[in-house]
């Protein structure tokens, strides 16, 4: 048996969604099905995803700790790496070590109503702790999503959008950057929608993550909006490499992302010298 936490665990690829042009949702599960039991993670924890002789990444997990058996990771292409990947079909083998980071506090924020913000690929943790709420919908109050991507044809999760909006207490709006002739929604950053919604702000707790010139600006609006720094709840795990604080890449105000990130709240982020 492999003890080394550092050595990648055989994942087979089982089924892939194009979401995009250059994004893949990639289903997986591990070749030991005792490894794939004791497989456990929180929503927005992360793995390092391998391909031997190529190298590794660190990605947030998609799939949703309330759907048991697989993992789900959602692939931008965007260099070498991942262009591998997106050349992978259902039946290859990738290596797979982790889970890593803090994740989402799923549990503190039971009772409370929750507002998702999200830009682009960023949707894909956030789409880890949504259906985990959705599938314990009992425990936590209104949901509000808010979404945006550059244009349509980089919206991702589309067949997840249309189901959410569907559930109860729920509302969904995403914008585009820039529309087409066919587009007939709503045009304008994902800030734009936020005067769009009823919220009352002391009794929600929102959550960011996107890229990162959006997020300092969605806080600022939450913040004018009423909310308190401690219930605006972000990522930064664009700062992540090997995903146990070795490499020194993600060590900002003397904390490894990797390891006691990526999550963080706003006062917790202000200490880290967020922004500055």
């Known amino acids: 048996m492999n003890k080394n936490e550092l050595t990648p665990k055989p994942a087979v690829i089982k089924n892939i969604i194009d979401e995009t042009a250059d994004t893949k949702t990639f289903t997986l599960v591990f070749t030991d099905p005792e490894e794939q039991k004791r497989f456990q993670y929180k929503p927005a924890q992360f793995v390092e995803i391998s391909v031997l002789g190529v190298g590794e990444a660190p990605i947030s997990i998609t799939s949703s700790p309330s759907q048991q058996g697989f993992l789900e990771l959602s692939i931008k292409r965007v260099g070498k790496l991942t262009e591998v990947i997106h050349q992978l079909k259902p039946g290859d083998e990738v290596g797979i070590r982790g889970p890593y980071g803090n994740g989402f506090p799923a549990d503190e924020v039971k009772g409370f109503d929750l507002l998702f913000v999200a ?50 207490d729920t509302e969904v709006l995403y914008t585009v950057d820039r529309g087409d002739p066919q587009w007939q929604g709503n045009v304008g950053l994902v800030t734009q929608l936020l005067p769009r919604i009823e919220l009352t702000p002391a009794t929600y707790t929102a959550f960011i993550c996107g890229p990162p010139v959006m997020i300092p600006f969605v806080i600022k609006d939450l913040l004018a909006l009423g909310f308190k720094e401690e219930n605006i709840i972000s990522t930064l795990e664009n700062y992540m490499k090997c995903g146990i604080g070795k490499c020194g890449h993600c060590l900002l105000g003397g904390k490894y992302i990797c390891m006691e990130g990526p999550v963080f709240r706003y006062n917790e982020m202000k200490e880290l010298g967020f922004g500055e």
Do not use: C, H
Request: a positive charge; zero cysteines; aromatic letters at 10%.
């Open 119 to 168: 830009g682009g690929i960023g949707l894909a943790p956030l789409r880890s702790l949504i259906n985990w709420v959705m599938d314990n919908r009992q425990d936590y109050g209104k949901v509000k999503i808010l979404y945006g991507a550059r244009t349509p044809g980089d919206i991702v999760f589309t067949r997840e959008l249309t189901r959410w909006t569907g559930e109860p």
